[in-house]
């Protein structure tokens, strides 16, 4: 029988769930956008903003999802043939590369597999290899949702100091920010890259990117910043409209509004990193211990200061994570993600890699509630795995109560 009926609990790496008052918020007729209620709460948005990345730099929002913040990103950042250097440690990273070729862009990738972050020696080396300075710009995942790996941002800062090399460094914390501690200003990023639908709880379709004085120094207008692109207009904006470039994203502001508000100024930013951070471990404890019980069950990133806090990627071999996928979203109301970029020659759909998400608007109870659903599952399949996950799971909750 199915026993999904009721709240459905979309546990997928963005879209994030969504705070009821945020959806309640955006819930109202359209505003006027030349003057108004609407036109004075915007104002208000910009410093919570960038509190939200630890900066004071310069805030351009865009009507777009993350990958518009890449394009927005690549645009300001490079003139056509410049050349950037990309730090993959997932999907994700390789996709921003992809990007910023299609563009126009000189890329060098440097790959660091899917199981471990970014490698500080190798980009010092590849920095002072570089005698020319052709290199403007270093393009990097704080964490990669598609293999989970976290990158230590100020040890990446601090070998591009030791090369004493000028490129700008750029980070994509589009699945990180209001999740992960981050702090761009001072850990020395140039560029953060964000977008609403994960850490602010808010319906995809806004992208954020934030740069730092020297990157609006030092980038001027190349020629891949176009008229919708350009950041220089969107951060300080003579009219209202020029946020924009147009129409204002009138019902997302206000659900942005409220999500910052549950942010910054009720939950507290340092509290939301903390959630994130328990709420991994209880995920973790599980994992372990099903581990125990079949070598085929673990995590993708075996140390955990090496996992972002959002989301966690394992492997169950296939087919069964695509098994577990399907029952618990048809018996327990729980959609678990896919294995992005994690197909083999042996797993080619990928069926044997899935992603849990504790993202967002998340707590312990809904957390606890995955995991014992994933227990039900791992049971009713007849897929071996360790006991005591939920005991574990639990103690980690019990212990930081
Ligand atoms: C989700 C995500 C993206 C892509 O964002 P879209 O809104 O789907 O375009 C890029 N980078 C990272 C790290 C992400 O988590």
Known sequence: MSLAHGHPYLAIPGPSVMPERVLRAMHRGSPNIYEGPLVEMVAGLWPDLRAVAGTTAHVAAYIGNGHAGWEAANANLFSRGERALVLATGQFGLSWANHARQMGIEVEVLDFGRAAPADPGRLETALRADREGRIKAVL??????????????????????????????AVDCIASLACDEYRMDDWGADVTVAASQKGLMTPPGLAFVWFSEAARLRCGEGDLATPYWRWGPRAE???FWQYWDGTAPTHHLYGLREALTMLVHEEGLAQAWARHEALARVVWAAFEAWGTGNPAIAMNVPRPEWRGRSVTAA?????????????????AGVTLGIGLGAATPED?????????????????????????VMEAGLKALGIAHGDGALEAAAQVVADRA
């Open 237 to 239: 904006p003579a009219e």
């Open 315 to 331: 492997r169950l071999g296939a087919p069964d994570a695509a098994r577990l996928r399907a029952w618990c979203e048809r018996h």
């Open 140 to 169: 990097t995942t704080h964490v990669d949702t598609a293999t989970t790996v976290r990158n230590d941002i100020p040890a990446l800062r601090a070998a591009m100091d030791a090369a004493g090399h000028p490129a700008l460094l």
């Open 348 to 372: 080619p759909k990928a069926e044997g890699a899935l992603r849990v998400a504790h993202m967002g608007h998340v707590n312990a109870h809904m957390t606890l509630g995955v995991l014992a």
